[in-house]
């Protein structure tokens, strides 16, 4: 055969231009922007020229093809059992939420009061809802994440001065980034006090002088120290007469029932913290953003600092916040308080319906994290659907993705952090990745 493998085929492939007059690509060329498409109509002409498809397919392959939307992101579902999982996004905003960030991704009032037409406190909203959820804190100010909140603290209260922290609270987020380092990066010193295992207020009270910017208190949010152990509270260290900022990670504003040991805002001020910080997109189960609440005078220290203009958030995360902090319960919360017994019928309804296709599904008892994001030790009773570790990659690469979690040689979709509404989009997407 001359030409190779479908050289004749290879005659027949259309031009790129021809191609993109058909409707269904000018519409999508509209939507989701030329190069989108173009880019769509060449992979699939590629899979034509290589025998994959025949010619006459090109146009039905180019469109099936075309991404949801003109962003690389792609949503997934979150079967991982890891209810805030950092790789993807932690946080799934609610609805209200979602409607919100849509609501203000046009001109808004962001800035303005339409009542006067004058200028108006940026996010006044937002800070007003989260105000009113911690009355314990006099002022609140909100920046890109957690670190940025840190940041912030430590370059307006602490540049050319020392952040007194405990030798246990020396912590590592994630991913190589240290708070430490962190905090050093802005100019201000550290004075470390106590040991590993254990510090006492005497320790802090033995190292504060007129060089002390502030007393950091961080949660080891990601790892539990047990044993021969011991911290000092707040409620020791705020007598000391210098600045207590407590960096509580998870951003809980009152305690939850379900996780005693993690602490919240409310409860952290009201002990006498000068500042708390937090992120957003943790247990708070909001967008990405680092919350500071405190003693007024501080919190302006803070937000009027010049650094605070290049930390500060967009009207999108303005309005997901506040549809967080307002709205219905957010899916976090949601994940968190599920009933086993109704993850295990959930996961006992889809493998029967599953099995029924030939699919090897079991549904099999699971145990959840909350994750990085909070709550480190505490395992959350879950179901699962138990499928051979072979579908996993087939799951996360078809057009829902999935991701699982691998465990003793098999593929779990743990249910915990999947919505109910989601569950027939999964059923989909495993009959199509396991082929029942
Ligand atoms: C997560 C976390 C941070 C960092 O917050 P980001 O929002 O990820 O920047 C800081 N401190 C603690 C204790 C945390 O858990």
Redesign the pocket.
Same mark, same amino acid.
């Given at each position: 055969m001359s030409g190779g493998p479908g050289g004749d085929a290879r005659r027949r492939i259309p031009r790129t231009d021809a191609l993109l007059r058909e409707p269904r690509l000018t519409e999508a060329a509209g939507r989701l922007g030329t190069s989108v498409v173009k880019a769509a109509v060449r992979e699939a002409q590629e899979r034509a020229r290589t025998g994959r498809i025949p010619p006459e397919r090109i146009g039905d392959a180019a469109v099936a093809l075309l991404p949801e939307t003109a962003g690389g992101l792609r949503a997934v579902i979150n079967a991982t059992g890891v209810l805030l999982h950092t790789n993807l996004g932690r946080a799934a905003l609610s609805a209200a939420a979602r409607r919100a960030v849509a609501e203000a991704s046009g001109p808004t009032d962001v800035e303005l009061d339409l009542a006067t037409g004058v200028r108006a406190r940026r996010g006044r909203t937002a800070l007003r809802a989260l105000r009113d959820r911690v009355p314990s804190a006099a002022a609140v100010h909100v920046v890109n994440?957690?670190?940025?909140a840190?940041v912030l603290a430590a370059t307006a209260l602490a540049v050319g001065k020392e952040i007194v922290i405990s030798r246990g609270e020396m912590?590592e987020?994630g991913d190589g980034f240290r708070?430490p380092d962190l905090l050093v990066s802005t100019g201000a010193r550290l004075r470390e006090v106590g040991t590993t295992n254990r510090t006492t207020a005497a320790d802090y009270a033995a190292a504060i002088g007129p060089g002390t910017g502030f007393v950091l208190k961080?949660?080891p949010?990601?790892f539990r120290m047990t044993g021969f152990t011991r911290g000092a509270g707040v409620g020791e260290l705020a007598p000391l007469g210098v600045p207590v900022v407590v960096?509580?990670?998870?951003g809980l504003l009152a305690p939850h029932p379900l996780l005693p040991d993690e602490p919240d805002a409310g409860t952290q001020l009201r002990a006498g913290a000068s500042l708390v910080t937090a992120?957003g997109?943790?247990l708070l189960g909001g967008p990405?953003c *680092?919350l500071v609440l405190g003693e007024a005078d501080l919190v302006r220290r803070l937000s009027r600092h010049p650094l605070a203009r290049a930390l500060r958030v967009d009207k999108l995360t303005l309005a997901a916040l506040e549809a967080t902090l307002t709205g219905p319960p957010t899916p976090t919360a949601e994940a968190l308080t599920a009933d086993p017994a109704v993850l295990r019928a959930r996961a006992d309804r889809l493998a029967s319906a599953l099995a029924g296709y030939g699919v090897d599904v079991r549904s099999v008892e699971s145990a959840a994290t909350v994750g990085g994001? *909070?709550a480190p030790g505490v395992t959350l009773p879950s179901a699962a659907l138990s499928l051979p570790e072979s579908c996993a990659a087939a799951l996360r690469t078809g057009p829902t993705p999935v991701v699982g979690r691998l465990e003793a040689g098999r593929c779990l979709l743990d249910l915990r952090a999947v919505p109910p509404a989601d569950d027939e989009r999964l059923a989909a997407a495993v009959r199509s990745a396991a082929g029942g």
């Open positions: 994440n957690g670190a940025a840190l912590v987020i708070l961080v949660h949010s990601n960096d509580i990670g998870s992120s997109d943790k990405q *680092g994001g *909070g």
